[in-house]
Protein backbone atom coordinates (compact mmCIF):
# COMPACT_ATOMS: atom_id res chain seq x y z
CA UNK A 1 0.00 0.00 0.00
CA UNK A 2 1.25 3.22 -1.02
CA UNK A 3 1.89 6.01 1.84
CA UNK A 4 3.00 9.62 1.42
CA UNK A 5 3.47 12.40 3.53
CA UNK A 6 3.80 15.66 2.51
CA UNK A 7 5.31 18.53 4.59
CA UNK A 8 7.18 21.95 4.54
CA UNK A 9 3.85 23.59 4.16
CA UNK A 10 2.91 27.22 6.49
CA UNK A 11 2.13 30.87 6.21
CA UNK A 12 4.72 33.17 4.58
CA UNK A 13 4.26 36.57 3.47
CA UNK A 14 4.11 37.49 -0.47
CA UNK A 15 7.27 36.66 -2.32
CA UNK A 16 8.66 34.88 -0.28
CA UNK A 17 9.31 30.89 -0.34
CA UNK A 18 8.32 27.41 0.80
CA UNK A 19 10.28 24.18 -0.44
CA UNK A 20 7.07 21.22 0.05
CA UNK A 21 8.78 17.51 0.65
CA UNK A 22 6.54 14.10 0.17
CA UNK A 23 8.04 11.26 1.17
CA UNK A 24 7.13 8.03 -0.88
CA UNK A 25 6.90 4.18 0.89
CA UNK A 26 5.36 1.17 -0.66
CA UNK A 27 5.82 1.95 -4.25
CA UNK A 28 8.76 1.63 -6.84
CA UNK A 29 9.64 5.10 -6.72
CA UNK A 30 11.83 5.43 -9.19
CA UNK A 31 9.57 3.89 -12.09
CA UNK A 32 7.30 7.07 -11.55
CA UNK A 33 6.24 10.10 -12.37
CA UNK A 34 5.31 12.26 -9.73
CA UNK A 35 3.26 15.42 -9.85
CA UNK A 36 2.37 18.09 -7.33
CA UNK A 37 -1.13 19.14 -7.42
CA UNK A 38 -3.29 21.49 -5.43
CA UNK A 39 -6.63 22.40 -4.20
CA UNK A 40 -7.86 26.46 -2.67
CA UNK A 41 -11.42 26.19 -1.07
CA UNK A 42 -14.22 26.38 -2.92
CA UNK A 43 -11.99 25.22 -6.03
CA UNK A 44 -11.29 21.93 -7.66
CA UNK A 45 -7.63 19.83 -7.34
CA UNK A 46 -5.40 21.13 -9.80
CA UNK A 47 -1.92 20.64 -11.71
CA UNK A 48 1.31 22.54 -10.31
CA UNK A 49 4.36 20.03 -11.43
CA UNK A 50 5.47 16.78 -12.77
CA UNK A 51 8.56 15.22 -12.85
CA UNK A 52 9.39 12.02 -14.44
CA UNK A 53 10.82 9.25 -13.03
CA UNK A 54 14.71 9.62 -13.84
CA UNK A 55 14.49 13.76 -13.49
CA UNK A 56 14.77 14.15 -17.70
CA UNK A 57 11.06 15.33 -17.96
CA UNK A 58 9.64 18.21 -16.07
CA UNK A 59 6.44 19.99 -16.85
CA UNK A 60 4.79 23.46 -14.84
CA UNK A 61 1.25 24.82 -14.76
CA UNK A 62 1.42 28.15 -16.90
CA UNK A 63 0.58 29.72 -13.45
CA UNK A 64 3.69 28.90 -11.60
CA UNK A 65 6.05 28.78 -14.32
CA UNK A 66 9.35 30.61 -13.47
CA UNK A 67 8.48 30.44 -9.86
CA UNK A 68 7.96 26.79 -9.02
CA UNK A 69 10.74 23.83 -9.47
CA UNK A 70 10.01 20.18 -8.91
CA UNK A 71 12.78 17.85 -8.14
CA UNK A 72 13.30 14.01 -6.70
CA UNK A 73 15.60 12.05 -5.27
CA UNK A 74 15.24 8.36 -6.14
CA UNK A 75 17.56 7.04 -3.22
CA UNK A 76 15.54 9.06 -0.71
CA UNK A 77 12.52 8.21 -1.96
CA UNK A 78 11.29 12.09 -1.95
CA UNK A 79 9.84 14.56 -4.24
CA UNK A 80 10.47 18.23 -3.86
CA UNK A 81 8.97 21.21 -4.74
CA UNK A 82 10.78 24.67 -4.48
CA UNK A 83 8.03 27.49 -4.49
CA UNK A 84 9.61 30.85 -4.37
CA UNK A 85 8.00 34.53 -5.52
CA UNK A 86 4.88 33.37 -3.58
CA UNK A 87 1.43 35.08 -4.65
CA UNK A 88 -1.56 34.96 -2.03
CA UNK A 89 -2.92 32.96 -5.39
CA UNK A 90 -0.77 30.36 -4.16
CA UNK A 91 -2.57 29.80 -1.52
CA UNK A 92 -4.16 25.88 -1.14
CA UNK A 93 -3.62 22.76 0.17
CA UNK A 94 -0.74 20.97 -1.60
CA UNK A 95 -0.59 16.96 -2.32
CA UNK A 96 1.83 15.45 -4.10
CA UNK A 97 1.04 11.71 -5.85
CA UNK A 98 2.28 9.09 -8.16
CA UNK A 99 1.50 8.05 -11.49
CA UNK A 100 -0.38 4.75 -11.79
CA UNK A 101 1.60 3.45 -14.25
CA UNK A 102 5.19 2.73 -14.40
CA UNK A 103 7.44 4.68 -16.95
CA UNK A 104 4.43 7.35 -18.04
CA UNK A 105 4.57 10.99 -18.11
CA UNK A 106 1.21 13.07 -18.08
CA UNK A 107 -0.24 16.06 -16.16
CA UNK A 108 -3.50 14.91 -16.07
CA UNK A 109 -5.10 14.64 -12.25
CA UNK A 110 -6.87 11.55 -13.43
CA UNK A 111 -3.77 9.64 -14.43
CA UNK A 112 -2.47 9.92 -10.32
CA UNK A 113 -3.16 8.07 -7.55
CA UNK A 114 -2.88 7.32 -3.77
CA UNK A 115 -3.19 11.08 -2.43
CA UNK A 116 -1.46 12.12 0.45
CA UNK A 117 -2.82 14.27 3.52
CA UNK A 118 -1.70 17.68 1.67
CA UNK A 119 0.07 20.33 3.37
CA UNK A 120 -1.50 23.87 3.52
CA UNK A 121 -0.18 26.38 1.93
CA UNK A 122 -1.24 30.19 3.09
CA UNK A 123 0.69 33.60 1.26
CA UNK A 124 -0.50 36.48 3.49
CA UNK A 125 -0.55 39.98 0.96
Known amino acids: QVQLVESGGGLVQSGGSLRLSCAVS????????MGWFRQAPGKEREFVAA????????RYADSVKGRFTISRDNAKNTVYLQMNSLKPEDTAVYYC??????????????????WGQGTQVTVSS
Open 97 to 114: APHRRTFQFSTELKDFGS
Open 51 to 58: ISWGSSST
Open 26 to 33: GRTFSTVT
